[in-house]
């Protein structure tokens, strides 16, 4: 150990100013560059980024920069805001997709445990920030190939104005967890801006679909949505149809090969023939919600 150490020691180490103004490697002497073929440098991140495994989008206040004015009481300031990449690890659980532990939010012990920073949980993403080459090389695989998760439709919005726009169109398969309030007047009326989900914002739910749509090559939507009445808590609750069709009439523009839409309620005959022909299918299904960590309304 004490050999290795004088080694070191030894080893010529530039200066603060020598690494500042020193030449910077093209990186292909990097044995990914310098030994594979770019067909198999393909084909490594195809299977990194794998199609059948949700890649959750995590948007979260940069990094605390402390208090204004006021030490304890001026309002709490945050650098630029983050975006993480998680690779899902929660996808057994039975909950909506946007109660994941991948978001950052989940019991521990008695309590419970948020995450302030966005990171991500894999070994390959930070490399795509570190290696411009393979960022080149492998960003196109990573947008065009994973299935992104959103948390509503802000999580979309926000993520779509900070990534550069060629990013964006690359987008091929997308999955958005998401929960509405009725009757809607309620709703715009208790929530009338920007807020953490849940509920839903109805504007930012139309834009977001109208975002979709500009997506060239887009092939898959999935989405498992949550309906509540605003006087009946219950996810079985009844729904108005009206209420019901400002929520769907969003999906009608998005031309996607593939739109399914999961709904814990019964879409009735009426509502499916104002849109014939649909351009998404319905499942009703109920998902449990977990009280213990998440407000219901």
């Not at 949505?225 to 108005?240: A, C, E, M, R, V």
């Not at 009206?242 to 814990?264: F, H, R, T, Y």
Request: aromatic fraction near 10%; charge should be positive.
């Amino acid at each position: 150990m004490r050999r290795i150490i004088r080694a070191a020691l030894r080893r010529k180490r530039p200066d603060r100013e020598e690494r500042a103004d020193g030449f910077a490697h093209g990186q292909e002497q990097s044995p990914l560059f310098r030994v594979l073929s770019p067909e198999i440098r393909l084909l490594i991140y195809e299977d990194v980024f794998s199609a059948d495994r949700l890649l959750h989008i995590v948007l979260n206040h940069g990094r605390y920069l402390g208090r204004a004015g006021n030490r304890r009481h001026g309002q709490m300031q945050y650098g630029p805001m983050e975006i993480g990449h998680w690779h899902c690890f929660d996808a057994e659980s039975p909950l909506p997709t946007w109660q994941h532990a991948c978001y950052g939010t989940y019991q521990e012990g008695n309590g419970y445990h948020y995450r302030h920073q966005s990171r991500s949980n894999s070994n390959l993403l930070p490399l795509l920030l570190a290696c411009r080459k393979t960022y080149v090389e492998a960003i196109g695989v990573l947008y065009g190939s994973s299935r992104l998760c959103f948390k509503g439709a802000v999580g979309l919005l926000k993520f779509q104005s900070l990534i550069p726009a060629q990013n964006w169109q690359r987008l091929r398969r997308i999955n958005i967890s998401t929960v509405f309030l009725i009757p809607v007047q309620t709703s715009k009326g208790l929530f009338p801006g920007p807020r953490p989900l849940p509920p839903e914002i109805y504007h930012e739910w139309e834009e977001a679909c109208f975002m979709i749509c500009t997506l060239p090559c887009v092939q898959s939507l999935t989405i498992d949505l949550t309906i509540w009445n605003y006087h009946d808590w219950k996810t079985t609750n009844t729904i108005g149809l009206e209420d019901l069709m400002e929520i769907l009439e969003p999906l009608q523009q998005i031309k996607a090969k593939s739109v399914d839409l999961e709904l814990n309620a019964k879409v009735p005959d009426s509502v499916r023939a104002v849109f014939e022909p649909l351009n998404f299918n319905i499942r009703e299904f109920h998902r449990p919600y977990n009280r213990e960590l998440f407000r219901q309304g």
